[in-house]
């Protein structure tokens, strides 16, 4: 029969130290028995920190729980926890799992007490390092903000329902459908979280097939497809002589992304998450090649492009003494707004876009020049999933592709 312990009073717990190893002479964490339970023990580390341990079986293994540090619990605390806790060990209850139990109830309920806000950004926080860019980012926040936020942000995400979701929808599903497609696939994404993180129980409000989609159009019968407004391939050569007689930064890198064929934020960046545009460091001069970093491009690889005489020229042009290293600074030095270039081609009284020139070269290049699209396609740097294209691509086929800039250039300024 195992030995009782003494039962120790406050005082006696109070003054007790760590024990003493008889070989180095040094204490070491000791486990003291206060008695008045039995297994119940108070433990004390080597700087002296107290706390409670109550040693017993549980079926057939045994077990430590811990009951708090000492004094926060002090000796009679104690006591009555290490009874409590005997107790249920009796009537087949382990304690640990009760606990864990309770303490994942109330992590739940206090989940399930998060605002759609607060759950979108706990979700956009976790997902972002998902997302191609700071931008995709911008995007999620941006889109939220202007069309959840104000209908359900502030609810409860247990009380939120179909109901809500068709508010947001409404308003924009056949006028703005991209945009509503993108909201409601978003709030999806973030109410299946809470499912699979156990906030909330049933089913998706924001789910489509079985729900949804009972009540709206197909997006596809609806949407109407919008290619960036640009001009034709006839017109450019106007376009670029009357461009080129145009002075300043602005003027100089729209015709420098015309050239290039290139997306306008692979060359201005974008001032709204702090992205540079295109840097001298990325300049290859001997070889006449701009070198685009994979984390400025859309398809997150690099992007090589042969520069044309004209393209070379007009880099040999610019100032070289920016901070950032930036080619095309803004009037600040700094990285340009959307309106940078736009606001040139407004100055001009031309109805396209900068992203339009791009079209401009597409048509240029399936009209006017025998070179296969799959090498238009590469100066474009569009994603390629046909296996053929991506044999293409892969080779880069710099030189081919220095060929089509160069016809393109004196395309442009014939």
Request: hydrophobic fraction near 35%.
């Amino acid at each position: 029969m195992p030995k009782k312990a003494i039962e120790l009073t406050d005082l006696q717990v109070r003054r007790l130290k760590p024990l003493i190893s008889e070989k180095t002479g040094k204490p070491y964490t000791s486990l003291h028995a206060v008695g008045g339970v039995a297994g119940l023990h108070i433990q004390i580390t080597t700087t002296e920190s107290k706390s409670w341990i109550l040693r017993t079986k549980v079926g057939m293994k045994r077990r430590d729980f811990g009951l708090g540090g000492y004094p926060e619990t002090g000796l009679s605390m104690a006591r009555d926890k290490a009874r409590e806790y005997k107790r249920k060990i009796s009537e087949g209850i382990d304690p640990t799992l009760e606990r864990n139990k309770l303490k994942a109830e109330l992590i739940a309920s206090q989940a399930s007490q998060m605002t759609f806000k607060e759950a979108a950004n706990k979700f956009i926080a976790m997902k972002s390092q998902e997302f191609r860019g700071p931008r995709q980012r911008v995007q999620w926040e941006q889109s939220l903000a202007n069309h959840a936020f104000s209908i359900i942000g502030d609810l409860n995400i247990t009380d939120i329902k179909r109901a809500h979701i068709e508010a947001i929808l409404n308003p924009i599903w056949t006028t703005k459908t991209s945009t509503a497609v993108s909201v409601r696939t978003r709030i999806k994404r973030i109410f299946d979280w809470c499912l699979a993180r156990g906030y909330i129980e049933g089913s998706n409000p924001a789910q489509w097939e079985g729900n949804l989609k009972e009540l709206y159009p197909l997006p596809s019968k609806i949407r109407k497809i919008t290619h960036f407004e640009s001009i034709s391939h006839k017109d450019i050569a106007k376009f670029m002589s009357d461009l080129a007689k145009r002075e300043g930064v602005a003027a100089r890198a729209l015709e420098f992304t015309i050239l290039t064929a290139s997306r306008s934020n692979e060359v201005m960046g974008d001032k709204r998450i702090n992205k540079l545009g295109i840097t001298w460091q990325e300049i290859d001069f001997e070889n006449k090649v701009w070198i685009v970093p994979a984390e400025r491009m859309k398809a997150g690889k690099q992007h090589k492009v042969p520069l044309s005489h004209k393209a070379i020229k007009m880099l040999e042009a610019q100032p070289k003494d920016n901070p950032l290293g930036l080619v095309f600074p803004n009037r600040d030095g700094g990285i340009p707004s959307d309106n940078f270039m736009r606001s040139v081609l407004k100055r001009m009284s031309i109805e396209c876009t900068t992203h339009g020139f791009r079209s401009t070269f597409k048509e240029w290049a399936r009209e006017e020049t025998n070179y296969a699209e799959e090498l238009s396609e590469l100066a474009l740097s569009h994603v390629n999933t046909d296996q053929t294209r991506a044999a293409y691509a892969r080779s880069e086929l710099l030189e081919p592709r220095r060929k089509l800039m160069k016809e393109w250039e004196k395309y442009c300024y014939e």
